[in-house]
């Protein structure tokens, strides 16, 4: 068997596995699954409660089943609170918050938790770690603000009132809590139609926290949401490519199946305007609007860049005229026409905004039926050259059922804890893609071994030199397998060619020569059981689940996030800004491949392929993927080749055959003319019976010399 033809199959193999994920993520990001619209049996009875409150019938489609409340006194007097914003602080994280509209305005993470070396938490910048965008208060609102689907002037008016607050006193500015502390907050807001109110129960020492929500309109409760995002992660974050991941959403639904929804695949632009009606706030569309979109996003060029939001009050033509409560300050014939929301429709157990990082992520007591997805694009200042996406989540929320929700990093240590907290698989936040079931057991030993390792050296750069060479080193005796296989393999290629041209030649007439070839295939299954090159394949195969889990571990650990090595490389999560670690890697990869064992050859086509193995390959690996790694990948690369380029050279060393007499002898003997290899008379020059004998011999020798092996 042709042992570079299987190299090239497994390289061409591990790049598939490698590059496949990340070129589909950055080129073909997958988009929201559609679901149909699933009817409540409780609809039909909630909708007759809401008319006969005198309220607007919620639309059924996002409605979910309500209990009414027992009817209570309304109030008669309406809410009259001044501003007020305040902190909440604990040793891990810091939180402001407003009472207009009752929301989170700022959300600082400052320390990770049992953290062996660098436990403070920065921004990209270097500056107090932000999750939460301050350029897009005002445009798009910040996270907790209500979703009313059946009242959306209901909505922006809850969203902009003051509360008043209770756990906090007036004038207070800032409250801290120490570990194993509890404080509740609470904002009400009542008038004589509608009371509102959201409560707040944080813990100190943990990152998650509880939350509950309810909205009475008239006495009867109504279905209400809570909003999560927009946008949740460092914001100074503004790195992109193959290694980075833009803010998404996240669900797991009750099968335990994991979906992510990016930005660019929600709400998509689905027609544009043709003409507009200035006076009648009126706007033609290309492409008529589904039958139960009532809000739209018009949005502008090809980024895709916000415009503004309209309600759809009338639709003509069959949803091609459609008439707006008003027309958004700038929008103009060719501008793109997205619907308000996609509405996805599932069991879900959480559900949340995450970067690559950190997560804003809500885990109902109960759960949920039922998301809706929002995005917009703004650019976050002129300066900026290209706008970013704002993904937002908004799910049901009770007043009678805690939501825990949990904003933090998402280490794996964590989300184990507040996973097994809340009775969920938290830790599928962690995108370990598609070998999970083989990575997830690694990536603990991976971690402990990394901690071990930067508590003694004080620096994660050294522990993943360390790791990488007791690794490699826990492998060399799988490597020196492997390569006294391809040994064997090449050692026996000229013969296994010859059986390979005997064969054939004896397959033109296989009737007639029906022994010969049967001897011949005997022989040939002989030789390839001694010296498989696809069993000196396997060994290396197994290194392929350790190799990835490092891969995933190395782009999504907070540890390495930030961590310096030596020198110029200041952050293990970043690219090497002079590109001095991928070049030395690509020659590291370059001579491991001419040290591997290969046997001779003096096909041009064969010799061709050697080529491309030993420097095309690395030099594409290198400029495609590695050149723009972070530095702690490229690291681990680097040093794993290596490391591997010394131990095989000892394995090459060790498995050389000492030249003797007898051995130079036969050496010459098989370069003089009439012989093979072995001295013997050529196939060509024996009579018939002198090459069954021959065979014979070869028959018995092998199988003695695996006799022997054994």
Request: proline fraction near 8%.
């Amino acid at each position: 068997m042709d042992r570079t033809r299987i190299t090239l199959a497994l390289v061409l193999s591990a790049v598939v596995i490698i590059g496949w994920p990340l070129v589909m993520n950055r080129f073909f990001p997958p988009s929201p699954k559609p679901a149909a619209d699933i009817q409540s049996p409780a609809t039909e009875q909630q909708d007759e409660k809401s008319q006969s409150a005198g309220q607007p019938t919620p639309p059924s489609p996002t409605t979910p089943p309500t209990t009414p409340a027992p009817a209570s006194p309304q109030p008669q007097e309406t809410t009259e609170a001044a501003l007020q914003e305040f902190t909440v602080e604990t040793y891990y994280w810091k939180a402001k918050f407003s009472n207009r509209g009752a929301v989170a305005t700022s959300w600082n993470i400052k320390k990770k938790k049992n953290a062996p070396i660098n436990p403070d938490i920065k921004g990209a910048d270097g500056r107090d770690l932000e999750l939460i965008p301050q350029d897009a208060l005002d445009r798009v609102g910040a996270p907790f603000r209500l979703h009313l689907p059946w009242s959306p002037d209901l909505t922006a008016h809850l969203n902009q009132v003051h509360f008043e607050v209770e756990g906090v006193e007036p004038g207070q500015q800032a409250v801290s809590m120490g570990d194993g502390e509890k404080r509740q907050i609470t904002f009400v807001y009542s008038s004589p139609s509608v009371v509102a109110r959201k409560t707040f129960t944080f813990y100190g020492g943990r990152f998650d926290f509880d939350f509950t929500a309810g909205v009475e309109s008239n006495g009867v409760r109504q279905p209400v949401y809570t909003v999560l995002g927009p946008r949740i992660g460092d914001q100074a974050d503004h790195q992109t490519g193959t290694y980075s991941t833009p803010p998404q959403v996240v669900t797991y639904d009750l099968a335990g199946e994991r979906e992510q929804y990016l930005g660019a695949g929600i709400t998509p632009a689905f027609g544009k305007i043709t003409s507009i009606d200035q006076a009648a706030n009126r706007i033609q569309l290309d492409i008529p609007l589904a039958g139960d979109i009532d809000r739209i996003n018009i949005v502008g060029g090809d980024d895709r860049i916000f415009i503004g939001e309209a309600r759809v009050t009338d639709r003509e033509a069959g949803g091609l005229t459609l008439t707006l409560d008003r027309l958004p300050e700038g929008v103009a014939p060719g501008n793109g026409v997205a619907q308000g929301t996609d509405t996805i429709r599932h069991g879900y157990r959480w559900a949340g905004v995450v970067d690559r990082y950190f997560s804003m992520v809500a885990i109902p007591e109960l759960p949920i039926n039922e998301a809706v997805l929002t995005n917009i694009h703004l650019k976050s200042s002129p300066q900026n050259e290209a706008p970013r996406e704002y993904p937002s989540l908004a799910i049901p929320v009770r007043p009678d059922s805690v939501t825990h929700i949990f904003v933090g990093p998402k280490e794996r240590d964590l989300l184990v804890e507040a996973g097994e907290r809340y009775g969920t698989d938290l830790e599928a936040l962690i995108d370990y893609g598609m070998f999970a079931f083989m990575i997830r057991p690694i990536i603990p030993l991976i971690g402990w071994a990394l901690d071990g390792l930067g508590k003694v050296f004080h620096n994660y750069g050294w522990g993943i030199v360390v790791v990488t060479i007791i690794i490699n080193l826990a492998m060399s005796p799988l490597r020196w397998y492997s390569s006294k296989k391809m040994k064997k393999a090449a050692k026996h290629q000229p013969r296994m060619k010859e059986l390979q041209e005997q064969i054939k030649k004896y397959k033109n007439d296989p009737k007639k020569n029906e022994r010969e070839l049967q001897q011949l295939q005997q022989e040939q299954m002989a030789l390839m059981k001694e010296a498989n090159p696809l069993g000196g394949c396997m060994p290396l195969l197994l290194q392929m689940p350790i190799f990835w889990s490092f891969f995933v571990f190395l782009t999504i650990s907070l540890d390495v996030r930030q961590a310096p090595w030596i020198f110029w490389i200041k952050d293990l999560s970043t690219a090497d800004p002079y590109y001095a670690l991928p070049l030395v890697m690509c020659v590291s990869m370059i001579a491991s491949t001419k040290l591997t064992p290969q046997p001779a050859t003096a096909d041009p086509q064969m010799k061709m392929q050697r080529v491309m193995m030993t420097w095309l390959m690395p030099i594409m690996l290198t400029g495609f993927f590695f050149i723009s790694a972070p530095s702690g990948l490229v690291l681990y690369w680097m040093v794993s080749n290596m490391v591997g380029v010394g131990i095989q050279l000892v394995i090459n060393k060790i498995t050389t055959e000492p030249d003797s007499e007898g051995q130079a002898a036969d050496k010459k003997e098989s370069f003089m003319p009439g012989t093979d290899d072995d001295g013997s008379a050529l196939a060509s020059n024996q009579s018939p019976r002198a090459r069954k004998r021959r065979a014979a011999k070869r028959r018995r020798e092998m199988i003695g010399g695996s006799s022997d092996a054994t």
